[in-house]
C-alpha cells in the first residue's frame, strides 16, 4: 500500500477546513446557524416570516406589517387593490393610478387613471351603506334630514359618475312641482355638487359640474325654470371620506334655495 505524503495530508486538511469555516455574507445563507435570531433559511436566503401573522407588532413603531416575499416589509403599501383607496391598483407592493385596462377588474381603466367599478345586480354586491341603483352603487341615506328642499337631502351618485340613477330621476321627478312653486317668485336653487377625494383638484371640478349639470337638465326637462337653477361645482373641498364606506357619502348633489 502506498503511503500519503504528510504535506497532502496537510494540504486535504487546510482544504477541508476553510470549506467547513465558510460562511455566506447575509442574508444569503446554507443553514438556518447563518441567519439571524427567529429567521429562517430559504432558498439560500435569510428570510423572517412566511405569513403576515410573523409580522404582527414588528412595524418600527409597533404596528403590524405584511408579509412580502418572506420578509416583513414597512415599505409596503399594499398587497392587493383592496388595500388601495377605490379605482386604484396594487402594482409591486404601491399603489398606483392604472394606465391599461388589463390591471383593472372590471376591465376598465378611465381618463382619470381609476379603474371603474364593476356594474352591480343587487345591493349584496356594493359596500354596507350603499345599494344598487340602476347597475350603479351609491350611498343610500337612512332618511331626509331636516336641511332637505322638496324631500330631497341629497342625490348621491355612484364613484367617478355623472350619471343620474333611476332611483335619483324619481326623487327628481316627484320633486319638481315643488321646485317650480319655489322658483315662482325668482328664487334661485343652487345645485352644490360635491366629489370624493380622489383624483386631482381639477378633474374633481369637472367631475362635480357634470354632477350639478346633470341634474340641472334633469330638472329643466321637467319644467323647472332653468335660468334659476345654478350648478357650483365644489370639487373636493368639502370631502371628509377616507374610506369607500364613507367617501360615498362625499358623491352628491345638495340643494340650496336663494332668496331674490
Known amino acids: 500500500m502506498r503511503s500519503i505524503s504528510a504535506s497532502v495530508i496537510l494540504t486535504l486538511g487546510l482544504l477541508a477546513g476553510m470549506s467547513g469555516c465558510s460562511k455566506p455574507e447575509y442574508p444569503a445563507c446554507k443553514k438556518d446557524k447563518h441567519c439571524e435570531p427567529g429567521e429562517t433559511c430559504v432558498d439560500n436566503l435569510c428570510q423572517n416570516c412566511q405569513a403576515d401573522s410573523d409580522c404582527k407588532g414588528k412595524g418600527p413603531n409597533g404596528e403590524d406589517l405584511p408579509c412580502v416575499n418572506f420578509r416583513c416589509d414597512e415599505n409596503v403599501e399594499c398587497k392587493t387593490a383592496a388595500d388601495c383607496d377605490a379605482g386604484m391598483v396594487c402594482n409591486a407592493n ?4 392604472c394606465t391599461d385596462d388589463s390591471q383593472c377588474e372590471s376591465g376598465v381603466c378611465n381618463e382619470t387613471g ?11 354586491d356594493c359596500p354596507v ?3 344598487c341603483d340602476g347597475g350603479q352603487c351609491i350611498y343610500k341615506p337612512l332618511k331626509s334630514d331636516a336641511g332637505a328642499v322638496c324631500g330631497i337631502s341629497a342625490l348621491y351618485f355612484a364613484f367617478d359618475s355623472a350619471k343620474l340613477t333611476p332611483g335619483n330621476q324619481q326623487q327628481l321627478t316627484d320633486a319638481a312641482p315643488c321646485f317650480m312653486d319655489i322658483v315662482k317668485d325668482g328664487s334661485t336653487v343652487v345645485l352644490e355638487a360635491h366629489a370624493d377625494n ?9 367631475l362635480t359640474d357634470r354632477r350639478g349639470t346633470s341634474v340641472r337638465s334633469f330638472l329643466s326637462n321637467l319644467g323647472v325654470e332653468n335660468d334659476q337653477l345654478r350648478v357650483v361645482g365644489k370639487g373636493a373641498l368639502q370631502a371628509q371620506g377616507n374610506d369607500e364606506s364613507s367617501r360615498s357619502k362625499d358623491r352628491r348633489v345638495q340643494f340650496i334655495v336663494e332668496a331674490p
Do not use: A, Q, S
Request: some cysteine; proline content about 7%; overall charge negative.
Open 114 to 124: 381609476r379603474c371603474e367599478p364593476l356594474p352591480c345586480n343587487t345591493d349584496d
Open 198 to 206: 380622489i383624483g386631482t383638484e381639477e378633474y374633481n371640478i369637472l
Open 94 to 97: 404601491k399603489c398606483e393610478f
Open 129 to 131: 351603506d350603499e345599494i
